[in-house]
T-cell receptor, first 112, second 113 residues
């Protein structure tokens, strides 16, 4: 058990909808990272937060947004969902603002 | 910009045989290097890491990796694999002082009895 908690584990929704994925980092970790894992694109870095502030941005679409709250949990918001957004979304946390990362078990999003 | 190439998408091997999973990276600055393992329906678990110091690093489950700066490689090895090592393995790189960790496409290790 990595200590990183992601909810929900599974999410099924329709195209055009909006969903929120939640992540609680390991106790004491200040950094939260979001990754998208799909069969065709592998593991893609989306965004990183450190102690509430955005630190790095990767291949995150404009339809996606994230934030880290004062209690350090993070949420990833996905809107105007498309079929291609179906993927596993992982959250990872780190003690400081750099690796190694500790991953949660992911949220499997299915867009129908 | 940093990038990671895992040279084999699949590696089949017999139980108790040695295995090497290959990883090359590209970066213009110093790097941190990692190997992660992903079992079905689970998240990624850190196997080992290279931050600095000795170029031979040992990880969990009997795995080790060697950092070769001149060849920009970080190959993962295990002298004798078990059925339970069947999983997907990811090499990852983070530029020293940077925030982004970039992952390779993964290598599926399949251990046969």
């Amino acid at each position: 058990d990595s200590g990183v908690t992601q909810t929900p584990k599974h999410l099924i929704t329709a195209t055009g909808q909006r969903v929120t994925l939640r992540c609680s980092p390991r106790s004491g970790d200040l950094s939260v990272y979001w990754y998208q894992q799909s069969l065709d694109q592998g593991l893609q870095f989306l965004i990183q937060y450190y102690n509430g502030e955005e630190r790095a941005k990767g291949n995150i679409l404009e339809r996606f947004s994230a934030q880290q709250f004062p209690d350090l949990h993070s949420e990833l918001n996905l809107s105007s969902l498309e079929l291609g957004d179906s993927a596993l979304y992982f959250c990872a946390s780190a003690a400081a603002d750099r690796p190694p990362l500790h991953f949660g078990n992911g949220t499997r999003l299915t867009v129908t | 910009a940093q990038s990671v190439t895992q040279l084999d998408s699949q590696v089949p091997v017999f139980e108790e045989a040695p295995v090497e999973l290959r990883c090359n990276y590209s970066s213009s600055v110093s790097v941190y290097l990692f190997w992660y393992v992903q079992y079905p329906n689970q998240g990624l678990q850190l196997l080992l890491k290279y931050l600095s110091g000795s170029t031979l690093v040992k990880g969990i489950n009997g795995f080790e990796a060697e950092f070769n700066k001149s060849q920009t490689s970080f190959h993962l090895r295990k002298p004798s694999v078990h059925i339970s090592d069947t999983a997907e393995y990811f090499c990852a790189v983070s530029e020293g002082g940077g925030f982004k960790t970039i992952f390779g496409a993964g290598t599926r290790l399949f251990v046969k009895a």
